[in-house]
């Protein structure tokens, strides 16, 4: 099974400053089958990429995903007070869906 | 506008069963494949299961292969998620969510929580 491991934990931060969230797959993913979630407390996570760089309607252009291969990378281009949340990134291969174990952006 | 609303989380003792529902409205619930993400408390996001849109394909995550059963009655527009052998470390709540054609989960509801605890 493909396991992603995402860095770092957590990223301190303050607002108006850029974010970059890392995503690291045991195996090479599809660049298809590569999604990143934000999920904030007590809701359910919504969807902000698919296909390692689509953005999902109505996300703001402040947020892009990047990458291929292995490696992949969400940037939040400049952190609004609302940005401050955990990020997932997930994949598909082989009928199984895996998910990081999650970054955490918080306030400085 | 799409809605997915779960129903039946509660507290149950280890070896109990549960079964949640899935209420979906707002599109042509037959044409999408349908999961079950879980979120123990304070964790991460964990696949479960997955069914697709006419239920011939079942899929799910080696932790629950043979206690956990995906069901979806698509005249009622419901997905299911029979849970037996209840373990405490099936603790979370449980989402149900659309997975789109680049297998991806666009769409979520707000979650049914299961404890299980003696």
């Known amino acids: 099974d493909i396991v992603l491991t995402q860095s770092p934990g957590t990223l301190s931060l303050s607002p108006g400053e850029r974010a970059t969230l890392s995503c690291r797959a045991s195996?090479?993913?599809?660049?298809?089958?590569l999604a990143w979630y934000q999920q904030k407390p007590g809701q359910a996570p919504r969807l902000l990429i698919y296909?390692?760089?689509s953005r999902a309607t109505g996300i703001p252009d402040r947020f892009s995903g990047s990458g291929s291969g292995t490696d992949f990378t969400l940037t939040i281009s400049r952190l609004e007070p609302e940005d401050f949340a955990v990020y997932y990134c997930?994949?598909?291969?082989?009928?199984?869906?895996?998910f990081g174990q999650g970054t955490k952006v918080e306030i400085k | 506008e799409v809605q997915l609303v779960e129903s039946g989380g509660g507290l149950v003792k280890p070896g109990g069963s549960l079964r949640l529902s899935c209420a979906a409205s707002?599109?042509?619930?037959?044409?999408?494949?349908m999961n079950w993400v879980r979120q123990a408390p304070g964790k991460g996001l964990e696949w479960v299961s997955s069914?697709?849109?006419?239920?011939?394909?079942?899929y799910y995550a080696d932790s629950v292969k043979g206690r956990f059963t995906i069901s979806r009655d698509n005249a009622k527009n419901s997905l299911y998620l029979q849970i037996n052998s209840l373990r405490v470390e099936d603790t979370a709540v449980y989402y149900c969510?659309?997975?789109?054609?680049?297998?991806?989960?666009?769409?979520w509801g707000q979650g049914t929580l299961v404890t299980v605890s003696s």
């Open positions: 296909g390692a760089s």
């Open positions: 195996q090479s993913v599809s660049n298809s089958y």
């Open positions: 069914i697709s849109s006419s239920g011939t394909y079942i």
């Open positions: 969510a659309r997975i789109s054609w680049g297998n991806y989960f666009d769409y």
């Open positions: 707002g599109f042509t619930f037959s044409t999408y494949s």
């Open positions: 997930q994949q598909y291969g082989d009928s199984l869906w895996t």
